[in-house]
């Protein structure tokens, strides 16, 4: 650990990216550290009351959110679960890239990380769509109907209480997808600054806090996939 | 700035992240009663530890680093612990009704 702080500080004066309030390269990437950390603590609390308010319902309604659950495709889930687990290796492969300064493999990784992230949108937009021409989509008219599920006799009595579900699922899913999208942009970003020969082993803040992003992204997906996906799948007929 | 994780780590993280993915798919397919639910939330937390501490490489962060970390979880828990403490409590007046 010693090694490479020394090494910092005696290239420390050279770097055009060191800002002038910082005293050296290594205290300027640890408070864009703490920074980027206090910024996914907010987007903890974002995520998390949705967390909350999903947990009150599914407490008020547990017979109805399972019953609800059929009607998603956990196989869809679960690819997109591995996609978005293979796209956190590439983007930790881009951040070690950048640490050990090998510029094409950071572009290289950065590249797929993007086309796992894209892999991720396209799969859920085939979701999405499943849902509408299923008539799955709560709000409209005609699409309340949630009882062609025979594992669940009762479940022609829950379609308000079903739409709930359906109403976390695409608000949490949806508003997972848009930080997606965002992290998309975040990677075009640090790509075309890699190809700029921005970053170099003392300097890549910027890939380091968009990975702490993209990483927390994968977080929620991780809580996402068996709370929206998985409930009451034991009695899925397989 | 830090001690760089080799390959070899990054690769069975993520094999050990893929595993348990599809272990939860499918113990989600044995009906367990209650405890279908406790499983699977442990493997999300487990799965989520991995991934702070290898991929985010929150281990050889600044100790300020680590604190925050911690802290968010903490008012997390305050957040979702008052959270549920009101609507568990609600039905405890007399009449059902607070107001």
Redesign the interface.
Known sequence: MTEPHSAVAEHAEHSPYLRHHFDNMEQQFDSATLGMWVFLLTEIMFFGGMFGAYTVYRSMYPEAFASTSMHMNPAFGAANTAVLIVSSLTMALAVRSARLGKQQALQMFLILTMIFGIAFLVIKGFEYHEHWVDMKVPLFSGHWDYSNTPEFPHQAQYSHQAQILFCFYFFMTGFHALHMLVGVGLMTTILMMARRGIFSTNYFTPVEISGLYWHFVDIVWIFLFPLLYLIGNARKLI | ?????S?RT??I??AT??FF??A??YI?????GQW??VI??L??FF??SL??F????LK???P??KL??A???F??IL??GQ??VD?ISRDWMPGGKMW
């Open positions: 700035m830090h001690s760089v994780p390959v990054y690769v993280v993520w992240l893929t993915t599809f939860t798919y989600a397919q044995i009906d367990l279908n639910i699977a939330l493997i999300a799965k989520m991934v702070i290898f991929f985010m490489n050889a962060e600044s300020l680093t925050f970390a802290g968010g979880f008012w997390m957040l979702l959270f549920f609507y």
